[in-house]
């Protein structure tokens, strides 16, 4: 690829370049073809060199005076006349134009570039690129690299641009000013990259979205997406593309809701395993009854839903009443549409007699106030707000609100457990399948074998991962799956080790029994643990000495 901002230099400063030449070449012709005097008064001419020498230092106003020896009169009236060509020419000509190329705004953008392109080469290992930095994406940026990979950041917005680079990060964070769905950009942050290993778009606007989406597959088809999507009908096209993560937070939020209602035990787990608190958390569950929903957007319909499949009564108040014709008549027939004040509109829907209230308007200060009137008239009601800004997080935690949904947070840690950690993306999906018996149970076997907060692990039993097992594992040897989770201190004594999830080519095996399952190469194993027993696992799976004395071939 061609140096742009080289390019863009040598171009502009063509014609001053010339000007410049021409300049020094009238002159030294003019110095060399006159007579001067030596001190003895013969006659001599300077040579090329000479007045060359002169012509340079007097050009750039230097002056060390006439050389070799004093000049005649016609050399000083020809010196006299080639200072103002040369000044001109050199200084107010060529060097201003230089000054005004360093000014120039696309030549900038183009050393930015060139300085860009060359610290995303400089990375090797593994990092991510990330569209856009607002809220939500800096929260990515800092856990991604807190977990030790690198990030790449595309930003159109130049204030952002430098909010990022006056971030004190732990690593350097390479950021490009430009259109984040410019295929120039994409590539200059190493799309294409062997150490790339996804992108993340989590814009508002959906087509935006998709036609990142689109772009990035037809530059790497490889390459994981994370990708944001707000409609169904969205949701189908970018599965149709191919891409492996699609995040909508009214959907996952709909889900929360549903698992509230019939697994709050499946809802403390999901929570543990996203990042979001430990197994200590006090399980809340929703009641059944009247509910009335105060919003009625993507997120209120998706609520809808799901109060309708658990057969919930609710009531939907939409917060904006200019908006009653955008729906059908028998919506409108449904919907109570905000045209008196907060308290008038709550008595209206039967807050005296309603279970919960979940305000999910797009407005933080609405959702605050229709809860806090909503608990004066009826204080046994159940509060559920939607928290649109990470700023107004203190605001929330200090209104006593019985539960908090926070849709830009949700997609910070279902973004990064879903790129960084896919095996713990697959066990929550299977997990979200099952009933709350089976949460309940498995909740109970991690806090009575692993403590409050275990730690979740993942084993490729591969040569790179698990050298000492796959020796075994090619001979033709039967290793069970218990033997990794033995002491290194006392073979005889078991570590705290739950196994979650295994992954065998095209099978899955959900909370496998370690007494019964027999290790095949390329198996991919989910642990929950202690810190202490993941390094013995690592040992055990990597050392032929350790895994000899696991086996109790050695002491």
């Known amino acids: 690829m061609k140096n742009s901002s ?18 020094y070449t009238i002159a030294i012709a003019g110095l060399i073809s006159l007579d001067g005097v030596m001190v003895d008064g013969k006659i001599y001419r300077m040579t090329i060199f000479d007045a060359f020498y002169f012509v340079t230092y007097t050009a750039t106003t230097i002056g060390f005076g006439e050389t070799p020896y004093a000049f005649s009169y016609p050399q000083r009236m020809w010196v006299s006349a080639l200072l103002y060509i040369t000044v001109i020419g050199c200084w107010f000509y060529g060097i201003g134009t230089l000054i005004s190329i360093l000014q120039d705004k696309l030549f900038i953008s183009e050393i930015k570039k060139t ?10 290992e593994d990092f991510f690129i990330i569209l856009g930095y607002n809220n939500v994406t800096k929260k990515i940026v800092g856990k991604m690299l807190a977990q030790g990979f690198r990030v790449v950041v595309i930003e159109k917005n130049p204030e952002r641009v430098n909010e990022l680079i006056l971030e004190n990060y732990v690593s ?5 000013e430009a259109d984040i769905y410019d295929p120039k950009a994409l590539e200059l942050a190493g799309i294409k990259s062997k150490y790339c290993k996804g992108l993340v778009s989590l814009f508002e606007n959906d087509n935006l979205n998709l036609k990142i989406a689109i772009t990035a597959k037809i530059l790497n088809s490889k390459i994981p997406l994370a990708i944001k999507s707000t409609t169904k009908h969205m949701t189908e096209n970018l599965e149709d593309l191919g891409v492996e ?18 697994t709050p035990s499946l809802y403390k787990l999901t929570r543990w395993l996203h990042g979001m608190g430990d197994l200590r958390a006090t399980t809340f569950h929703l009641p059944k009854g009247k509910y009335i929903i105060c919003g009625y957007g993507r997120m209120g319909h998706e609520i809808k839903n799901v109060l309708e499949e658990n057969n919930i009564d609710a009531v939907f108040i939409e917060m904006d009443a200019t908006k009653k014709n955008t729906f059908s008549k028998k919506e409108q027939g449904e919907i109570l549409f905000k045209d008196a004040d907060d308290k008038d509109i709550l008595l209206q829907a039967g807050v005296q007699d309603a279970v919960a209230i979940i305000a999910g308007s797009k407005d933080d200060t609405t959702n605050l106030s229709l809860l806090s009137i909503a608990r004066k008239i009826n204080p046994k009601i159940v509060t559920i707000g939607r928290e649109n800004e990470i700023e107004n997080q203190a605001l929330f935690n200090y209104s006593n609100i019985n539960y908090v949904f926070m849709p830009s947070r949700l997609l910070i840690y279902k973004t990064i457990v879903a790129l960084i950690d896919p095996i713990v993306d697959r066990f929550i999906s299977h997990a979200m399948e099952q009933d709350e018996a089976w949460a309940k149970e498995l909740l109970e076997m991690l806090k009575a074998n692993v403590g409050d907060n275990p730690l979740t692990f993942e084993l490729f039993v591969d040569d790179q991962h698990a050298l000492a097992l796959t020796e075994r594992i090619k001979r033709k040897e039967s290793i069970k799956l218990e033997t990794l989770t033995r002491s290194r201190a006392n073979r005889d004594v078991f570590n705290p080790v739950v196994a979650l999830l295994l992954l065998r080519k095209d099978e899955l095996y959900l909370l496998p029994d370690m007494s019964e399952i027999i290790l095949e190469y390329g198996d991919q194993i989910l642990f929950a643990s202690h810190r202490d027993a993941i390094e013995d696992i690592e040992y055990i799976a990597e050392n032929i000495h350790e895994l000899a004395y696991v086996l109790g071939e050695q002491n």
Do not use: A, D, G
């Open 6 to 23: 080289l390019w863009l230099l040598l171009q502009k400063m063509r014609v001053p370049f010339i000007v410049i030449v021409v300049t």
């Open 245 to 262: 993560i699609i995040e909508n937070p009214f959907e996952i939020i709909s889900q929360q809701i549903q698992m509230l209602l019939t």
């Open 172 to 176: 350097s964070v390479p950021v490009l």
């Open 115 to 124: 300085t860009f392109r060359k610290k995303v080469r400089k990375i090797r």
